[in-house]
């Protein structure tokens, strides 16, 4: 158990539905990410929060849209999605953000498998 | 821009083998670099890190050196189990400060 909760573990959905994803940390961390992990690819990026603001957006497509209530949760909401966004999301935690010098770890939920039919 | 580049999975090995995972970067600077294993249905969490050149990271028998000559930061393991089996990632921390991961190498590890 990392301290970091992912809700749903599983969800299939069609083209045209809205759904949301879920993220709960119990670390008392300041930072949160989303980040997509795909077959044969690496580790995407899709935002980062930092005391709750939005700090980093890698060119993420409109039909993700995030939202981070407070430090301790993190949603994914999810519209018109395509079948190529089909694979694992995961949340992650920090401290903070880092800076390029620190060691400083994510850690990380247990992830929710998407897949858009 | 700052990049991670690992061998191509998946491997499989005999319980108790050696076991080398490549990893080179691409960075300004020396960045933090790191491993993380993906055991199955489980999130990310970090195995090991090293913060500068030479540096060692070790952990449950694994253990990766900071090459700067090389921009290589190698994964080694003496005898693996078969509760090794996992996804591993090799990471840097970026210029913008965020992990950048490689794409990760599927273990699978035979009794």
């Known amino acids: 158990e990392t301290g970091v909760t992912q809700t749903p573990r599983h969800l299939v959905m069609g083209m045209t539905n809205k759904k949301s994803l879920k993220c709960e940390q119990h670390?008392?961390?300041?930072?949160m990410y989303w980040y997509k992990q795909s077959a044969k690819k690496p580790l995407e990026l899709m935002f980062v929060y930092n005391f709750k603001e939005q700090t980093e957006n890698n060119s993420v497509p409109s039909r993700f849209s995030p939202e981070c209530p407070n430090s301790s949760h993190l949603f994914l909401h999810l519209h018109t999605l395509q079948p190529e966004d089909s694979a694992l999301y995961l949340c992650?935690?920090?401290?903070?953000?880092?800076?390029?010098?620190?060691?400083?770890?994510?850690?990380f939920g247990s992830g929710t498998q998407l897949s858009v039919l | 821009g700052d990049s991670v580049t690992q061998m191509e999975g998946p491997v499989t090995l005999s319980e108790e083998a050696f076991l080398t995972i490549n990893c080179t970067y691409t960075?300004?600077?020396?960045?933090?670099l790191f491993w993380y294993v993906q055991y199955p249905g489980e999130g990310l969490q970090l195995l090991l890190k090293?913060?500068?050149?030479?540096d060692k990271g070790s952990n449950k028998g694994f253990e990766a050196t900071y090459r700067k000559e090389t921009t290589s930061f190698h994964l080694e393991k003496g005898s693996v189990q078969v509760s090794d089996s996992a996804v591993y990632f090799c990471?840097?921390?970026?210029?913008?400060?965020?992990?950048?991961f490689g794409k990760g190498t599927k273990l699978s590890v035979k009794p």
């Open positions: 992650a935690s920090s401290q903070d953000p880092g800076t390029p010098s620190t060691n400083e770890k994510l850690f």
């Open positions: 960075a300004t600077g020396y960045p933090s």
């Open positions: 670390l008392g961390h300041n930072a």
């Open positions: 090293a913060t500068k050149a030479d």
């Open positions: 990471a840097l921390r970026g210029s913008q400060g965020n992990l950048i």
